[in-house]
């Protein structure tokens, strides 16, 4: 977070974080004034101060986007919507798409607050059908914000417009277009920050963008390149940033491969040197991409396998009638008890050279993956014990509150990481994009909300309670089409 904003030019000016604050209010009269069209427009101003005190700055956001892969966090209630009812946020959102195309008359700190603001409003609304018919033309403009990376600013946000556009688009031809340059982005800028943010917007291209099976492992193999060379393979060395977002994405594209057993033996190695790290952050990404490889060496069982196949006594440990399904059909690695005690003392680890808050994250994420690693059966969980009754190990499964009044159960390590790219892409707008039938999200997450009942005080709660109940019944009526 503190390398983005460090590095936000790269002449290596600073900006301070009051002046970050008031990027949404400068952006209006700046672009108002540079515009011949709408001179001093009283309009703007007031839509680019209301859009300021409503949403952080953009340099902010994108300084999350590092802060680790797990969400130590379990409630989602800072991601409520909180746009007035009355903007008028349409008119702006095309006044900055017709900006970023008129590239010829604009700077490069005129195309930094109109990426700023594309980004802020593709993420707190829904924008598909109004970037329909612009698709092409902002691949374009986005690509030589990219390609010529006048500054980092400029750059890291244009991934961040590709990002999200990707994943609001539902356009099959997106990844096609961008891959050759995202990919000589990440091997050529001499920028760390950027190389990161290219690593992400390939990760999130590569899903959503249009891309096969085949496609998918390819690029899983270059991010494991990454991991496993320590950034070196892209320029980057021991660079943590680079080495997070490929760790992250690798895993994310993983969700989606429906059999890994022949990649599993080799990424597990890669990401048991990674647990060595002195980041924590690189140690818990390759600690759930182990969980995850783990948990997908299981699989439900079928009409073909004996009843008393996989017997070994794991199933008494299993949760859930759905777990006492799930059948083992290769080794994740082979040497599972060695894995076992580096995160046993992971999960344990103490000293004075850890902060109390990156200790406490190891322990809880590292207990979690260890429940996994030692049965596969078992998902996401936020603690493990022993039940000195019965000497079994029992834990409680990560339960995710989404606003104030629902909450998702993430039962499988593959739900934790997908909901992770998705809240690291759409952060506070994470439940407009949910509530307003973003396809990619709802297929992203074949998850039902369960509802929350707030007790209710006053006619303004109640209505707001209205509202979400009446979403949560619209989602449970459409589940069979996440299924």
Not at 177 to 204: N, Y
Request: with cysteine; net charge negative.
């Amino acid at each position: 977070m503190h390398d983005l904003r460090r590095q936000a030019l790269e002449s290596g000016k600073t900006i301070s974080r009051k002046a970050l604050s008031r990027e949404g209010s400068r952006s209006g009269s700046r672009l108002s004034s540079a515009r011949n069209s709408r001179p001093n427009s009283r309009q703007n101003s007031r839509q680019s101060s209301r859009a300021a005190s409503r949403y952080a700055s953009e340099d902010e956001d994108n300084g999350s986007l590092s802060d680790g892969t797990a969400f130590s966090t379990t409630s989602f209630d800072e991601l409520d919507n909180p746009e007035a009812d009355n903007y008028d946020w349409p008119t702006e959102l095309a006044e900055r798409i017709e900006e970023l195309l008129d590239r010829k008359r604009s700077s490069v700190q005129g195309r930094e607050e109109a990426l700023a603001a594309y980004c802020r409003l593709s993420k707190y609304h829904y924008v598909e059908e109004h970037i329909r018919g612009h698709i092409q033309d902002l691949l374009g403009a986005l690509s030589k914000s990219i390609k010529h990376e006048s500054s980092v600013r400029e750059t890291t946000l244009a991934l961040k417009a590709l990002e999200l556009m990707a994943v609001t688009a539902n356009d099959d031809r997106i990844y096609d277009a961008v891959e050759p340059l995202l990919t000589r982005t990440i091997r050529d800028s001499k920028s760390m920050v950027v190389k990161a943010a290219a690593i992400h917007c390939l990760g999130t291209c590569t899903y959503f963008g249009g891309t096969g099976e085949e496609g998918k492992l390819d690029q899983m193999n270059f991010f494991l390149d990454i991991v496993a060379s320590d950034g070196h393979s892209i320029d980057a060395p021991d660079d943590a940033g680079a080495v997070t977002a490929a760790l992250q994405q690798w895993g994310f594209l993983a969700t989606d491969i429906e059999d890994l057993a022949g990649e599993s033996e080799e990424a597990v190695e890669s990401f048991i040197e990674q647990l060595e790290s002195s980041e924590p952050r690189v140690q818990i990404a390759a600690g759930e991409n182990i969980a995850l490889l783990y948990e997908k060496s299981y699989t439900p069982r079928g009409d073909d396998d004996d009843d008393d196949e996989d017997s070994s006594g794991e199933d008494s440990d299993s949760d859930s009638d759905d777990d006492q399904h799930l059948v083992k059909r290769y080794d994740a690695y082979h040497d599972t008890r060695q894995l076992e005690q580096l995160l046993q003392s992971l999960a344990t680890v103490s000293g004075k050279h850890i902060s109390k808050r990156d200790r406490k994250t190891l322990h809880t994420n590292f207990s979690s993956i260890l429940t996994t690693v030692e049965n596969p059966r078992r998902g996401p969980m936020y603690s493990k014990a022993i039940d000195q009754d019965t000497n079994r190990r029992y834990g409680s499964k990560r339960r995710v509150r989404i606003g104030r009044d629902a909450v998702m159960n993430v039962d499988r390590w593959w739900k934790w990481i997908r909901l992770a790219s998705l809240r690291r892409i759409l952060q506070g707008g994470f439940l407009e994009h949910y509530y307003q039938g973003n396809r990619a999200v709802l297929n992203s997450l074949p998850m039902i909300l369960q509802e929350e009942r707030p007790m209710v005080t006053d006619r303004a709660a109640a209505k707001k309670a209205a509202k979400y109940r009446n979403s949560v019944r619209r989602m449970v009526l459409e589940e069979d089409m996440w299924e």
